[in-house]
């Protein structure tokens, strides 16, 4: 028996309940992994938060998208999606389902060696922003020479592109609160502040112009200071403001799109070989103990963690 935190109503995270479950034995294509971190993201609040999805049918929703740990049984003829693999080996593993647990069996195309360079929390939490980081510069066609500018720079996703954008050669704006400013200058971008003027400080700072806006924030103040100086709309995207999207006519991209959930799966062994290489670091803000998802969640749901979260374990 394994445990895992799921939701048995929708609410906040006071609806988790720490069950106890069945970890089936793995088939062919298959691994399951003593889980030593679990990496949080907002997606998994919002997925029993009741905006969304307020069917209870659905119900109970078990939580989580991405582990890392050590594998304990793998299927037979089984292979994992960076090559190899045997018992002791320490993976992580992104996208899943339910990976809010001690232990879990699932797909090897999904399980990666993890990079040396990272511990178990940091391998937790590379995957999602990173992959979702990936594809903001691929939709947008970022190239070397370009200045973009990315809202919401120091936050998780933001901080990924900061890294991804500056191994492309383009330069990088990037808007936060000036508590922030460090974060942003360490990862090589030019930090400002966001809040009402914002568009004429981006025009003093890039006074031949902007190719690029990337959202990872969703405000009015993003979208239409984006609006305002880029012309090509198609050079916009935004992972948070849906609404705005449709209407002004922006990319819109996310994990549950099928153009999205493929471009994600195939970058991911690009990322993990460049955190093994030391080209992608994850800003880690604080770790919890498992048992105390509630909290840790409580903290990511306030929006200015100061960093990725992980449970540990």
Known sequence: MAQAWQATAFGGPEVLELTEIEVPEPQRGEVTI?????????????????????DPSTLPIRIGHEVAGVISAIGPGTELASGGGAVGDEVLAYRVKGACATSITVPARDVFAKPAALQFPEAANLLLAGATASEMLHVTAVAAGETIVVHGASGAVGVSVLQQARRLGARVIGTASERNFDVIRRFGAEPVAYGAGLESRLTRLAPEGLDASLDTVGTDEAVDVSLSLLADRSRIVTIAAFGRAQRDGIRLIGGMMPESARYRDEVRAELVRLAEAGELVVPMARTFPFDEAPAALQL???????????LVR
């Open 300 to 310: 990511l749901k306030s929006e200015h963690p100061g960093g990725k979260i992980a």
């Open 34 to 54: 003593d889980v030593r971190a679990v990496g949080l993201n907002p997606t998994d609040f919002k997925a029993f938060s009741g905006r969304n999805n307020s």
